[in-house]
């Protein structure tokens, strides 16, 4: 069995290295490359496994760009595109506008893409700049942190809103309450 903690090594377990999540990356494309139907179910699984919630995907035509619907309870609606890319071959910032677009149309809270591979610069800025100017997130997966998602090894930005304890978070949600 393989462990990501430094204590593993100590105990005679493997380490996971970047390597090793590089290569489950380009294993994933080459599973699903023939199948993209079922890297949406294999991605929508490892996005509710990490982030909680319902997250389903959608008819497989017809669906406007929206493959995963995300029901994340109090932190609302999550649309999300995935894409099975060969190493290399990144995901540019059309995926991006068309969540955009669909996160506008349905209300959703924010979204992610997901791909095998990486995105481009521009898809990066463009995200960035949905986020500065809408306040809408849209995150962006690649590879390699999809299979930190899947190993457990990344936690949910959800996680990462409450840093402050119960305390401070419940500052945070209730109106008219100062923030400290």
């Not at 493997?14 to 199948?35: N, Q, S, V």
């Not at 955009?100 to 149309?105: D, E």
């Not at 997130?137 to 590879?143: A, D, M, Q, T, Y």
């Amino acid at each position: 069995m393989f462990f990501t903690d430094s204590s593993s090594k100590e105990n005679g377990a493997a380490a996971i290295t970047d390597e090793m999540r590089l290569t489950l990356a380009y294993g994933l494309h080459y599973r699903f490359k023939d199948i993209p139907y079922e890297f949406e179910e294999f991605a929508a699984g490892v996005m509710e496994n990490c982030l909680g919630g319902n997250a389903t995907t959608t008819q497989r035509s017809g669906d406007f760009g929206v493959d995963i619907l995300h029901d994340r309870g109090r932190h609302g609606l999550y649309l999300g595109q995935v894409k099975c890319k060969a190493p290399g071959e990144n995901v540019d910032y059309e995926p991006i506008s068309i969540i955009h677009s669909q996160i506008m149309k349905q209300r959703a809270k924010g979204g992610y893409v997901i791909t095998t591979s990486n995105f481009t610069t521009g898809a990066q800025q463009y995200a960035n700049e949905i986020k500065r100017e809408n306040q809408i997130e849209i995150h962006l997966i690649n590879g390699y942190e999809l299979v930190r998602y899947w190993l457990g090894e990344k936690e949910n930005w959800f996680a990462s809103e409450n840093t402050g304890g119960l305390f401070t978070w419940l500052l945070k949600e209730v109106t008219g309450w100062p923030k400290y």
